[in-house]
């Protein structure tokens, strides 16, 4: 291998010692290695520099920096290796040691790029929007895909690290004869872990739900935080989370309030004496309702929905742009039309009424007959 080498620097390598001198190559390899990496990260940090919100340089920097430290010394001490001076006994190991290093270190790569890309359409598609509707499927999507690829890469990169083995390529040559055995043992074994992985499919493509829609499931409203490849995260209103397998979104019925836009509908319902104004309610209501910044300015009805023995239903309806809005404007109509009704109609408030009849007859003094 040393006749690569140019005259001097071939008399010079036999002058020392096989050990210092295969120590040397190394060193160089990962000290130039390290040099690239460090010109290559320069360079982009001052592209990231002049850009103030999102940067594509910058993103590179935080996502790849790590695995290009490990990636291009290993690179290069693969093309030094023909220089040194080595015995056909370490050649083979040092060279498989290195490939699968090599191998590792690409697959990082490949993993840390997928998160550039995510980092890039998560710009692209904010989901701090009011009608964040495109931006939520494309965000489902694409955490869906994220999970997937980087299964696949792991998967990928272990057959092709067991597969460079002279062994394992002929233990894989005999097991090929029990696949179709062994298949339907691994898929009686795996249902469930299988129906997840299709059901994960299916909500990505389908998406009865998307990150960031609301939800109502077992009786708990909240927001779908994260969707793997086997369970969906629900972060409930007040900050618990409710973990729930994936399959459960396609087999079970649920509410989503954001299945087609944010825009929702609130309600709130007063039962009060049948002697309350109605027109009276009705007037403060829009007065309420129009200085609220909360009310997206579709619908304001107030409505007699029912009427029972002892009270009358009073429903009003009122809409807002997201269900946070709604639950805040439903609250603060509640309030003032009850703060409105105790001031000014204290004596409409649900009351029992009981009524004495013939009450002259039973107050007259009985006399001797």
């Known amino acids: 291998m040393e006749n690569r080498l140019p005259p001097d620097l071939l008399e010079f390598s036999q002058r020392v010692p096989s050990f210092a001198w295969n120590l040397i190559i190394g060193a160089i390899a990962i000290l130039v290695g390290l040099i690239i990496k460090f010109i290559v990260t320069r360079l982009f940090k001052l592209y990231a520099k002049k850009e103030t919100s999102y940067s594509f340089f910058r993103s590179i920097i935080v996502n790849l920096g790590r695995a290009i430290t490990y990636f291009i010394p290993l690179f290069l001490l693969n093309l030094f ?74 998967f990928v990169t272990i057959a092709i690290i067991l597969l460079s083995f002279e062994s394992m390529r002929k233990i894989g040559t005999g097991l090929l004869t029990g696949v179709g055995i062994g298949g339907i043992i691994v898929g ?41 490849l086997t369970y969906v995260v629900l972060k409930i209103w007040d900050e618990r989370r409710l973990i729930l397998p994936i ?84 609250c603060y109509i509640r309030e003032n039309l009850i703060t409105y009704i105790q001031q000014n109609y204290p004596g409409s408030l649900p009351r029992t009424r009981n009524e004495v009849s013939n009450l002259e007859k039973y107050l007259q003094p009985k006399t001797d007959g």
């Open 188 to 228: 009686f074994a795996a249902q469930n872990s299988l129906g997840n992985l299709l059901a994960g499919f299916q909500i990505a493509f389908t998406q009865p739900i998307r990150i960031d829609d609301v939800l109502v499931v077992e009786g708990e409203w909240g927001r779908v935080e994260e969707i793997t």
């Open 81 to 154: 290796i023909p220089f040194m001076r080595l015995s056909k006994a370490y050649v083979g190991p040092i060279d498989k040691a290195v490939e699968i290093l090599l191998t590792i270190s690409f697959a990082s790569i490949l993993v840390r790029s997928i998160r550039i890309l995510e980092d890039y359409v998560c710009h692209a598609y904010d989901l701090n929007k009011i009608d964040n509707l495109k931006e939520r499927k494309i965000r489902t999507q694409l955490q869906f895909m994220r999970k997937l690829l980087v299964v696949i890469i792991v």
């Open 247 to 330: 399959n459960y979104f396609i087999q079970k019925p649920f509410q989503n309030w954001t299945r087609t836009s944010a825009d929702i509908l609130g309600t709130v319902f007063l039962y009060m004496d049948h002697t309350i104004p109605v027109d009276e309610i009705r007037n403060e209501f829009e007065k309420l309702i129009i200085k609220s910044p909360l009310w997206d300015k579709r619908v304001k009805v107030v409505q007699v929905t029912d009427v029972k023995e002892h009270t009358i239903e009073i429903r009003v309806l009122m809409s807002a742009s997201t269900s946070s809005k709604a639950f805040d404007l439903r």
